[in-house]
């Protein structure tokens, strides 16, 4: 019989404040806890161990957790997707990503402008929905495009699709990707197409992110095994197709279940990797608490529905990439522990896996899992020898 390990990233919900979370300017940064202040508890997401994990900051802990449950540290520095996503795959960073809180440097952003043959509007810090309102109407007039970053290690180019053809933005990040190199090599070159008129600017989902090529990682080690790698939402941006067999680049959390699904029903052994960017891109930042617990709750009641596709062999994997608290000030993501549950039908629940040292704990037990060897540059332990 195939088996399958379903690894679903819930994009932005961490489990408190890392220690060195102030270094950051993230202490007291707790995005699961002030999700679900005063809200109803998520029925299976409580059932299989969430208000358990040590720190999590939840009322009324299953007594009987139906799956096994625990924390994981951020090892590489930095609080970004990418940094996150890598970690998870087992490639630990020794430098953060630059970051550029005073905006690009000028004179790149003049060989930029003459890359393109456009200038440019912007070019510091700040929400993708506040650039839009402040901006947007002057790139509708002159077609230049806005570019501009946050505290994450990000080039993003707006542009309305009316006013820049799709396949031209793109193409503009193209060439911010193969111009952002040494000092400048951020994380992510981030295309963010929008419609709509002044003061109903609306980001669409042709979004498209242009990454820094990954060190050797799980997804590597497995497809090279001959095993499925599929990527649904943007994983295939994050680790710029490498290492995938196949990738479905649903957008929205709703449309990324629903692939993920279809995706467990392919007749082949592997690890379905499944990043749900609503609870982040759409409620993190943009300090939306409810919106976010919304979220949370329509992925708690789409579990069920999950765990009655896989067979008896297949693993669930549920976690994060870094926090992003709507309650916490400013708009940025957060430096804080990522969850960690995993279950199996035929496992039994209630181990305590405590607060693991590195987020590639998730790879190491991934390989564990499909019994292929962990090559000495993909880190992490595996946490099956704690599973009963």
């Known amino acids: 019989m195939h088996k399958k390990l379903l690894l679903i990233v819930l994009d932005g919900v961490g489990v408190g404040a890392l220690p060195d979370a102030a270094q950051y300017g993230d202490a007291g940064a707790h995005t699961l806890k002030h999700v679900l202040a005063h809200k109803p508890k ?51 960073l020794d430098q953060p990503f630059p970051v550029f809180p005073n905006g690009f440097p000028a004179g790149f952003m003049h060989q930029y402008e003459a890359a393109i043959g456009q200038e440019t509007l912007g070019n510091y810090p700040a929400s993708g929905t506040a650039i839009l309102e402040g901006l947007g109407q ?36 193209e060439i911010a990707r193969d111009m952002l190199t040494g000092p ?11 419609v709509g008129m002044p003061g109903d600017f609306k980001r669409t989902g042709r979004r498209k992110d242009f990454s820094l090529l990954p060190p050797p990682n799980l997804l590597d080690a497995l497809s090279g095994a001959g095993l499925l790698t599929y990527g649904v939402g943007k994983i295939e941006d994050i680790f710029c197709h490498r290492g995938l067999t196949k990738s479905n680049h649903a957008s ?28 982040d891109m759409l409620y993190g930042h943009r300090n939306d608490a409810g919106g976010f617990y919304d979220a949370l709750a329509a992925f708690d009641a789409a579990l069920p529905g ?47 896996l405590g607060t693991r040292d590195t987020f590639a704990d998730i790879a190491a037990t991934a390989l564990a899992f499909f019994g292929v060897p962990q090559d000495q540059a993909i880190a992490g332990t595996s946490v099956l020898p704690l599973l009963r």
């Open 306 to 352: 999950i765990i009655a596709r896989m067979n008896a062999q297949d693993l669930l994997v549920l976690t994060a990439d870094h926090g992003c608290d709507p309650a916490h000030p400013g708009t940025d993501h957060t430096r804080e522990y990522a969850p960690l549950i995993v279950y199996g039908k035929t496992l039994g629940g209630g181990v305590d």
């Open 42 to 92: 998520l029925e299976n997401l409580w059932r299989l161990g969430l208000a358990n994990i040590e720190g999590s900051g939840l009322a009324d802990p299953a007594k009987s957790p139906e799956a096994c449950y625990g924390r994981m540290r951020a090892c590489s520095p930095g609080k970004d997707t990418t940094t996150g996503h890598w970690e998870i795959c087992g490639a630990v």
């Open 138 to 173: 002057e790139h509708m007039a002159t077609g230049k495009p806005i570019v501009y970053t946050s505290a994450d290690s990000v080039f993003q180019i707006a542009a309305h699709e009316a006013i820049c053809p799709i396949e031209e933005l793109y193409r503009y990040c």
């Open 184 to 194: 400048l090599a951020v994380g992510r070159v981030i295309a963010r197409p929008f």
């Open 252 to 279: 929205g959390n709703p449309a990324c279940i629903q692939a993920t699904l279809e995706a467990m029903e392919r007749d082949s052994s592997g690890l379905i990797f499944t990043n749900l960017v609503d609870f």
